[in-house]
C-alpha cells in the first residue's frame, strides 16, 4: 500500500456518500411529487454501494494510463508472495436503484392527477427514514473527512521529520 493511497481511499469514500446524500435530498424534495416525465408519482431511489479492492483498481488505471508498471513494494515490508487478506478495500456506488413499492393512495378529487375514483398516487417516501438516512450519510462523510485530515497530519509529520 502507497503512502498516499489513504487520501484516495477517503476521497472514494466522500465521494460515494456526496452521490448517497445527493440521492436522499432527491427523495426528499419529490416526496410530493405526483407526475414524472415516467408517468405516475416520483419513485424512490436508493443508492448501493460495493466494496472494490483498492489496489487493484488503482493498479489497472494507473497501467492503462501511464503505461507504467503498477505499484510494488519498494522496502519490501511484506512477506514474500503473501498479500494481506482482506486486502485494502475502497468504496464505489455500484448503483442507484429505484424502490416500486406501490405509492400511497390519498383521497383528493379536486388533484389535477386524482384517478376517477378521486385517489391520487403520492411517492411511497416516509421523511423520517430520509431524514434518518440523511443523518447516517452525513456522519459517514464526516467520518471520511476524519481519516483524511488524519493521514494529512501524518504527512505533514513525516514531511516535518524530514526537513529538520
Given at each position: 500500500?502507497?503512502?498516499?493511497?489513504?487520501?484516495?481511499?477517503?476521497?472514494?469514500?466522500?465521494?460515494?456518500?456526496?452521490?448517497?446524500?445527493?440521492?436522499?435530498?432527491?427523495?426528499?424534495?419529490?416526496?410530493?411529487?405526483?407526475?414524472?416525465?415516467?408517468?405516475?408519482?416520483?419513485?424512490?431511489?436508493?443508492?448501493?454501494?460495493?466494496?472494490?479492492?483498492?489496489?487493484?483498481?488503482?493498479?489497472?488505471?494507473?497501467?492503462?494510463?501511464?503505461?507504467?508498471?503498477?505499484?510494488?513494494?519498494?522496502?519490501?515490508?511484506?512477506?514474500?508472495?503473501?498479500?494481506?487478506?482482506?486486502?485494502?478495500?475502497?468504496?464505489?456506488?455500484?448503483?442507484?436503484?429505484?424502490?416500486?413499492?406501490?405509492?400511497?393512495?390519498?383521497?383528493?378529487?379536486?388533484?389535477?392527477?386524482?384517478?376517477?375514483?378521486?385517489?391520487?398516487?403520492?411517492?411511497?417516501?416516509?421523511?423520517?427514514?430520509?431524514m434518518a438516512d440523511l443523518v447516517e450519510?452525513?456522519?459517514?462523510?464526516?467520518?471520511?473527512?476524519?481519516?483524511?485530515?488524519?493521514?494529512?497530519?501524518?504527512?505533514?509529520?513525516?514531511?516535518?521529520?524530514?526537513?529538520?
Amino acid at each position: 500500500m502507497a503512502f498516499l493511497d489513504s487520501f484516495d481511499i477517503s476521497g472514494y469514500g466522500l465521494s460515494a456518500q456526496r452521490v448517497r446524500v445527493n440521492t436522499i435530498s432527491s427523495n426528499i424534495a419529490n416526496a410530493q411529487t405526483t407526475r414524472t416525465d415516467e408517468g405516475g408519482p416520483y419513485r424512490r431511489q436508493e443508492v448501493v454501494f460495493k466494496a472494490i479492492d483498492f489496489n487493484s483498481v488503482y493498479n489497472q488505471a494507473l497501467e492503462r494510463q501511464t503505461n507504467q508498471l503498477g505499484y510494488s513494494d519498494p522496502l519490501k515490508e511484506g512477506l514474500s508472495g503473501l498479500k494481506p487478506n482482506p486486502a485494502i478495500m475502497s468504496v464505489i456506488v455500484d448503483k442507484v436503484v429505484r424502490d416500486d413499492k406501490a405509492p400511497n393512495m390519498k383521497y383528493d378529487p379536486s388533484h389535477p392527477d386524482a384517478d376517477a375514483k378521486g385517489y391520487v398516487a403520492y411517492p411511497n417516501i416516509n421523511p423520517v427514514i430520509e431524514m434518518a438516512d440523511l443523518v447516517e450519510a452525513t456522519r459517514s462523510y464526516q467520518a471520511n473527512v476524519a481519516a483524511f485530515e488524519s493521514a494529512k497530519n501524518l504527512a505533514n509529520g513525516a514531511i516535518s521529520i524530514l526537513q529538520s
